[in-house]
């Protein structure tokens, strides 16, 4: 979608007592001012960024592993015994995030073809970190008891998200971030207000996007946080309100933390997303999978798409919600290598990504690429930032890099043990 405006998400007119308190979605946008352009400045590495989301193209191939390794840490803050989610709750939430960053969500057969142009894998795996910021060993879960009754309010409703922000600090009876860029903070909890759920979710940008207007995360603390009952496709504690439940709610609010908008860009049919290959919407009220919808006419590579439902970032029923574009994809990718770059590069957070020996030299490299490893290898990839794969010649250990266009690149490689390693090279 090809948007130019976009504004708060939720504007609630006039709430009075009487009425049923209102239902919101997702609240990441709630925490951003109207505003009518882009401002220009960026850096022009955040630009190439997003210049190259704009030139993806899907990859076939791209579906063979992940890319990245995000460390997850959940912070599951309660009041009442059921909202402290057990493990096996947490367990699958994982289990859903990486089904869906990894295409293999059995429903993608449920996205119609018209989105076959479109679809993209964005190969992100998730892993609840397994060393904690002290160095020692953690399951990845911290479990805080509370005396807050719900971190909700009223306040939220008009943007004023101090009362939620409050879950994510341990003076506030919450619990502090682990170093945000080491670690996916989500934290669980209740925002209900008055005992009814409000809000499913929110998450923070990265600072200083193009496709974000200026100052969109904030002072907001870095991380996601999510409604005790929408974790997992296995929670035991219903929502009610007809509010399908499959583990989406973080899909969605990590594609944010990643960088993504909402598809439909929080307005009408003027309205922008920043991505070319979401089909155009106009403003999303409510939660249904009706997949005659086509609110706005948009022209992607010559076609007038349907509203794209079957989009994470949609406001569709998570029901229907099973796929991302590629050029979201590549916005994505570009977060994780620029902005969110600490998150997956070298993390201590992970024992295995450590265990494997990889490095390569020179590096930039123009002819040959030394390979470094005490590993048996099984095999050596190629890939590009926008995930195409590439074979140049290895003779050894030596690869020859010299066909290859200057730009940034990783190798991977796969042991024979079956252990994956990846680094980042450049051809200069
Ligand atoms: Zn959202």
Not at 271 to 282: F, L, R, V
Not at 352 to 360: D, M
Request: hydrophobic fraction near 35%.
């Amino acid at each position: 979608m090809k948007k130019t405006l976009l504004y708060f998400t939720f504007l609630i007119s006039s709430i009075s007592w009487s009425q049923q308190i209102p239902f919101v979605r997702c609240a990441t946008t709630n925490a951003i001012d109207y505003q009518e352009s882009i401002t220009p400045g960026y850096k022009s590495l955040v630009e190439q960024a997003f210049n190259n989301a704009k030139a993806l193209q899907v990859n076939p191939e791209s579906k063979s592993s992940s890319l990245y390794t995000i460390p997850v840490v959940v912070h599951v803050v309660y009041n009442i015994a059921e909202e402290n989610i057990p493990d096996s709750v947490i367990l699958d939430q994982i289990r859903v995030l990486n089904e869906d960053y990894n295409r293999l969500n059995p429903d993608t057969v449920n996205m119609r073809s018209d989105f076959d142009i479109v679809k993209g894998n964005p190969r992100i795996h998730f892993k609840l970190a397994e060393i904690d910021p002290n160095g020692n060993p953690t399951t990845g879960i911290t479990r805080t008891a509370t005396a807050t009754t719900s971190f909700g309010s009223l306040a939220f409703l008009g943007g004023d998200m101090t009362d939620l922000e409050k879950v994510k600090s341990t003076a506030d009876g919450g619990i502090d971030p682990w170093d945000q860029s080491r670690y996916l903070n989500i934290w669980v909890c209740d925002m209900s207000i008055f005992g009814v759920t409000a809000l499913l979710g929110y998450a923070t940008p990265p600072a200083g996007l193009p496709n974000w207007p200026p100052g969109s995360s904030g002072t907001l603390g870095d991380g996601v946080v999510i409604q005790y009952q929408a974790f997992g496709s296995n929670n035991p504690n219903q929502i009610g309100q007809g509010i399908v439940v499959k583990g989406r709610t973080p899909s969605h609010e990590v594609g944010h933390y990643l960088g993504l908008r909402h598809i439909w860009g929080d307005g009408d049919c003027t309205a922008e997303d920043g991505i070319d290959d979401t089909p155009n919407a106009d403003a999303q009220s409510n939660t249904d999978c009706d997949p005659s919808k086509n609110t706005c006419t948009d022209n992607i590579q010559g076609v007038d798409l349907p509203d794209m439902i079957e989009n994470y970032m949609d406001y569709s029923s998570e029901d229907c919600q099973n796929s991302f574009t590629a050029q979201q994809v590549s916005l994505m990718h570009g977060v994780l290598e620029l902005q969110r770059y600490d998150l997956v590069h070298g993390n201590p957070a992970l024992v295995t990504e450590q265990t494997i020996s990889l490095s390569v030299y020179p590096n930039p490299a123009s002819q040959i690429l030394k390979i470094q490893t005490t590993e048996k290898l099984k095999s050596i990839r190629v890939y590009d930032i926008r995930g195409n794969a590439f074979s140049p010649p290895v003779d050894d250990l030596n690869l020859n890099v010299h066909e290859l266009s200057a730009g940034v690149y990783f190798l991977q490689i796969e042991t024979e043990s079956g252990g994956i390693a990846t680094t980042r090279f450049i051809k200069e």
